[in-house]
């Protein structure tokens, strides 16, 4: 008998400390930027095997849960590493499957962010800057262009699953593979407006991360085994 | 001679562009409503979200996202290949109101106060790129009225860009609805004070 409360502890504990996070528990990002991919990318310019594409951004909006103060902080995306398999022509669609690439989100009390022109350039360190927030490493990414047709043509969005390796929010990942999903438009010439020269594509995304959750006191073997005493 | 050479430099002066302007766009975050065929059109409600460093094209005040909302009214789909669906005919409003929060679970809230701009969805195109729940939109809007139009010069009205990213991932999704709307609308270029002179001040740089 004892050994079946036991069993039977031993088994709740599992189910409690394995609960799947729900929708609710996903910690989200909103923001907005440009990338460039080295040879350059869209308005009729291809993406060569091996080229190197980056994305840089400023969060608008963030969960609660990252700690950060609106107006007294600013929070900037950089996205970088990311190395292009050169793509495969898809009807009107331009499919390209990325490989590496990391993600690194800062805050910083310094609201200096300057997408410069031409890049790589000296004013993407103000993308770097700060208290680093989230780092994670890529285990998928993808980009499709909208390349011809009568509309539309410019029109993309990528998509990508993160490995969290570092910062503040990793650690609400507590160490899941794949903890993060990063999603968002791409629009490049003609279409991207307020393009600085240098870069190639427009980006408003978001960043979702999984946050482990607090199970309470539930989840605490004496609470469990408060769940047997009466 | 003279007073035709000030006069050219006069103009020239009121109507420069002025210095490498930041980046201006107004973000926002909501929800749509996605017509279900033909002639059907697309309601979507969102939120304000440039809470962060990006400027907007009109000055905001308070807390961004509380205060102002974007709403989309009656974007008609017009055709659908089941790939790219092409709208066109909707409006667009900009709404500035400090005494209603703003509720997804009612998209009446969305719609109450000041109309500070309203403008028409010239045309709009979503595609869905088939993998991966890729999706995205981009379209055009002309800015006719709203409290707050004539702060835009006329020439700054037309053709802002309507940029979308679109999700219908549950993480993202609010309970009756169907896509969420993360994106922005943005001029050409960004909007700049005009820059009031006296003759005499002009002189003086001569």
């Known amino acids: 008998m004892r050994l079946q409360t036991l069993a039977s502890l031993a088994l709740a504990l599992v189910l409690v400390s394995t609960v799947p996070a729900n929708a609710e528990n996903f910690i989200l990002m909103d923001y907005s930027g440009y990338a460039y991919e080295t040879g350059g990318l869209g308005d009729g310019l291809p993406s060569d095997i091996g080229d190197v594409l980056v994305l840089t951004g400023v969060a608008d909006t963030y969960d609660d849960l990252f700690g950060v103060q609106p107006s007294s902080q600013e929070v900037t995306v950089y996205i970088y590493d990311l190395v292009s398999d050169g793509g495969v022509v898809d009807g009107e669609f331009l499919r390209i499957a990325y490989s590496g690439g990391k993600i690194a989100v800062y805050e910083d009390a310094v609201l200096n962010h300057d997408w410069g022109t031409n890049p790589p350039n000296p004013e993407l360190s103000t993308f770097t800057d700060g208290q680093l927030l989230f780092e994670g490493d890529f285990t998928r990414f993808n980009l499709d262009l909208k390349i011809a047709g009568s509309f539309g043509v410019g029109a993309g969005a990528y998509s990508g699953d993160i490995d969290g390796v570092g910062g503040t929010a990793a650690q609400l990942c507590d160490g899941a593979e794949d903890c993060a999903y990063t999603f968002g438009g791409a629009f490049s010439k003609p279409i991207a407006v307020q393009l600085p020269d240098g870069y190639d594509i427009q980006i408003a995304g978001t960043l979702e991360v999984d946050a482990a959750v607090p199970v309470g006191p539930a989840g605490s073997f004496s609470a469990i085994k408060s769940l047997y005493q009466n | 001679m003279k007073n035709l050479f000030l006069t050219t430099v006069a103009l020239f002066v009121l109507s420069a562009p002025g210095a490498a302007q930041a980046q201006q766009w107004f973000d926002f975050n909501g929800q749509a409503l996605t017509p279900d065929a033909i002639g059907g059109t697309l309601e979507m409600v969102s939120t304000i979200t440039n809470d962060g460093s990006i400027e907007t094209p009109l000055p905001l005040t308070g807390s961004i996202s509380d205060r102002y909302t974007l709403v989309i009214n009656g974007l ?35 719609s109450d106060g000041t109309v500070i701009l309203e403008g028409t969805i010239q045309q709009f195109a979503r595609i869905d790129f088939g993998v991966g729940g890729l999706v995205s939109g981009e379209g055009s809007v002309d800015w006719t009225g709203g409290s707050r139009i004539n702060e835009i010069a006329p020439a700054d009205r037309l053709a802002w860009a309507l ?8 993480s993202v999704l609010i309970d009756g609805y169907d896509e969420n709307w993360n994106g922005k609308v943005e001029p050409g270029d960004p909007i700049v004070s005009d820059g009031a002179t006296t003759w005499g001040q002009l002189k003086k740089t001569y």
């Open chain 2, 76 to 110: 008609q789909l017009l055709s659908d290949d089941g790939t790219m669906q092409m709208y066109a005919g909707g409006t667009i409003q900009i709404i500035e109101d400090d005494t209603t929060p703003a509720d997804f679970g009612d998209m009446s809230t969305f």
């Open chain 2, 163 to 170: 940029v979308v990213s679109i999700s219908t991932r549950a």
